[in-house]
């Protein structure tokens, strides 16, 4: 940790921090690659370059290959007295036991799968909303992703509840923890704040966050989409009430999923249908849920059960828990690799700005979710470039509202942002660092000479 008088708490635990060697070898990372059947698309005669993960990651063969089986065999309704739909529910109930290990729940009635966080979260925002009024308070965070403000806002108009917001030092885009203290008080009922930013990689300090919000009475809501295909999960060690995340931004279909404490989870009336179970996690999982997406989320896990035995130093006989740790482990350590490079290739791009945590030293501060601006160009335009190159990148706000608009960016564009996954090559990063060069460049050379 950097002597750095800006540097946050520790931000562990997250799980278990045992050293993990990661995906160091080429021929680890070749055999890693081997199993994305995207990461073979080509642009030209170069391999297609997904830095786009922030939006979305790539899926291994065992997700593809399970939802094509559920298809194939098991496709049905829930709770039918016949094969088919009693394979689906098995399915199901797998995948919810699989989905709590990967989170360290203590079981699987503390999950719940929804569409995607966002919907999962206005769910839960609107059930608290029974249970407030006038001047109750929620904190939110200007570093966080909308989803994670809008459906508490959406409570200051129909409920009257007061929303007090905590700040961004600008400097290292990490949250003001002295601005949150002052805004945790008496009348807090929830503070909601993200495990990692999805736009610069900052990784927040959920125990001591978590450890003050309780200390007021409060409750808290995790947003874990960023984080969670990049660290390993532990939501008893954080003692979180709430945490949600996105099974298609850590290598799964398209889904949301949803961790509460039991009691928590018990105590909160849901919108459901009449019918509805009214325990949980069933009474948060609202209409006929996608089997097909359920059980490609079992392929994902089943890869990254191997991901933690190959890499991860798992042995067969481990837990999935187990497995499912060493893998994110191993994940961690690869991808504090790549970070280094990152930080060095960028930093030699002429002319590009980077935000965030910019310290080597503090690299345990963030992910490698890397977002800058360049002189002379819009994020736009530099997005639309690198897509020429066969680099996919996102511009504009990723929907952290709110960041970009505390640091002055909203009205130019926003920013670019870079995102590596465990699966991104060291060679990605060369090829991406040129490519910026020449558009520097040609930038440089195209622009007047000043008088």
């Not at 949301?256 to 919108?271: H, I, M, N, P, S």
């Not at 190159?389 to 511009?395: E, K, L, N, Q």
């Amino acid at each position: 940790m950097s002597s750095d008088s800006n540097a946050q708490p520790r931000t562990q635990p997250l799980a278990d921090r045992g050293a993990a060697a990661g995906i160091s070898s080429g021929e680890a990372l070749s055999t890693v690659r081997a199993e994305f059947p995207a990461l073979s698309r080509r642009h030209g005669g170069e391999t297609y370059s997904y830095l786009d993960g922030p939006g979305g990651t790539q899926v291994p063969r065992r997700t593809i290959a399970a939802m094509t089986d559920y298809l194939e065999r098991s496709n049905a309704n829930h709770e039918g007295a016949f094969a088919t739909s009693e394979e689906s529910d098995a399915i199901l109930a797998e995948a919810h036991a699989a989905a709590a290990d990967f989170l360290g729940a203590s079981g699987p009635d503390e999950v719940a799968f929804g569409q995607n966080m966002t919907t999962l979260t206005f769910a839960v925002s609107r059930a608290l909303g029974r249970t407030l009024r006038a001047g109750d308070e929620v904190v939110v965070t200007r570093l966080d992703h909308d989803a994670n403000v809008a459906p508490w806002l959406a409570l200051e108009e129909e409920r009257g509840v007061t929303v007090r917001w905590v700040g961004v030092r600008a400097a290292d885009c990490t949250l003001d923890l002295d601005d949150l203290e002052r805004s945790v008080g008496p009348r807090t009922r929830l503070v909601a704040v993200g495990l990692a930013s999805n736009a610069v990689g900052t990784i927040n300090p959920i125990p001591h966050i978590v450890e003050m919000a309780h200390a007021a009475g409060a409750w808290t809501y995790v947003d874990a989409v960023h984080a969670a295909p990049h660290l390993p999960i532990d939501v008893a060690a954080l003692d979180t009430d709430f945490l949600v995340c996105s099974p298609y931004k850590f290598f799964g279909p398209h889904l949301g999923l949803l961790y509460g404490k039991r009691e928590r989870l018990e105590q909160l009336a849901a919108y459901k249908v009449r019918p509805a179970p009214s325990e949980p996690p069933g009474k948060w999982e609202t209409g006929t849920l996608p089997g097909e997406a359920i059980a490609g989320l079992l392929g994902t896990f089943d890869y990254l059960s191997w991901l933690g035995r190959e890499f991860g130093g798992a042995d067969e006989s481990a837990t999935r828990r187990a497995t499912l740790v060493a893998a994110m482990r191993a994940v961690r350590a690869t991808e504090l690799g790549l970070a280094r490079d990152a930080l060095t290739a960028l930093g030699d791009v002429p002319g590009l700005v980077l935000r965030g945590i910019v310290d080597p030293a503090r690299l345990d501060e963030r992910v490698p979710t890397f977002a800058f601006t360049m002189a002379g160009l819009t994020p736009h335009e530099i997005a639309a470039e690198l897509g020429k190159h066969g680099i996919a990148v996102w511009d504009g706000d990723y929907y952290a509202y709110e960041l970009i608009r505390a640091l002055g960016l909203a009205e130019s564009g926003g920013l670019v942002r870079v995102g590596l996954v465990h699966y991104n090559e060291p060679a990605e990063i060369e090829r991406l660092a040129q490519a910026l060069r020449e558009i520097a460049g040609r930038t440089a050379a195209s622009s007047p000479p000043r008088a």
